[in-house]
């Protein structure tokens, strides 16, 4: 069943087209891995999909339906950052709950019970009372990704997560978002983790110059890309060994 998807969407910034035309289904309990060149526009679809950025022509659906409401949407289109977008005055647990008490009116007591279960999840519930300057990143990515599920969405974005984490810390954040996999959540991920992108993906879709070059499952684009610049951008990710004089 489709969740979300764009028909025929244009986003502009001014003079420029950052894609064109662009149709996209997010399927319930599939995991879409976006890839492509720096510049190709997939942070901005991710946006456009909750309604951050606006759109210049065309339709995006939520279950099939018109957007009613763009608070709406983003109850039930959850996203997670490169730069975490934790509040720095509020402690781990109020980050957390704030957004489930304000907008969902849920009470203060259930939504610190379940954001302090998340955390126990996730290996930081010993955080709870922590700011999220006395995090590492890893942490702090880990606190932004079960925050947004406090919120139970059921779609997940995740634009670059673990972009600009040490190398160390990228595999606590993968593990969290591939448990998440394994429990069949809906997501679409933006990322330059090849290695992560063919482990965990349902569908691979590569964009360049605002358009879909090209989609499928993992193996096949990863071993058999079917476009010609699909190869082109596979072979620029291997480095040959330099030949010692």
Request: proline share 4%.
């Amino acid at each position: 069943m489709t969740i979300l998807s764009l028909e025929h969407v244009t986003k502009k910034y001014g003079d420029f087209t950052v894609f064109n035309d662009l149709d996209l289904k997010i399927n319930e309990g599939e995991v879409t891995l976006i890839i492509g060149p720096s510049g190709s526009g997939k942070s901005t679809l991710l946006r456009c999909l909750n309604r951050l950025e606006d759109i210049d022509e065309g339709e995006i659906t939520f279950h099939d339906a018109p957007i009613k409401s763009e608070t709406h949407l983003r109850e039930n289109v959850g996203m997670v950052f490169q730069s975490y977008e934790l509040f720095p005055h509020l402690n781990v647990l109020d980050n957390m709950t704030l957004s489930p008490r304000i907008v969902q009116k849920r009470s203060r007591k259930e939504a610190e019970q379940e954001a302090l279960s998340l955390l126990e999840r996730v290996g930081l519930k010993d955080k709870a009372k922590s700011f999220p300057h006395e995090l590492s990143g890893g942490q702090r990515q880990r606190v932004a990704i079960v925050r947004s599920l406090c919120m139970h969405p059921e779609v997940l974005l995740f634009d670059e997560v673990t972009a600009s984490l040490d190398p160390e810390m990228v595999k606590e954040v993968l593990d969290v978002i591939l448990d998440l996999a394994d429990e069949g959540k809906t997501m679409v991920i933006v990322t330059h983790e090849m290695a992560f992108a063919r482990a965990v993906a349902d569908r691979i879709i590569f964009i360049d110059g605002g358009r879909v070059v090209e989609e499928g499952h993992p193996e096949d684009f990863f071993t058999h890309p079917k476009t010609e610049r699909a190869q082109q951008f596979l072979q620029n990710l291997t480095y040959k060994r330099r030949k010692r004089l």
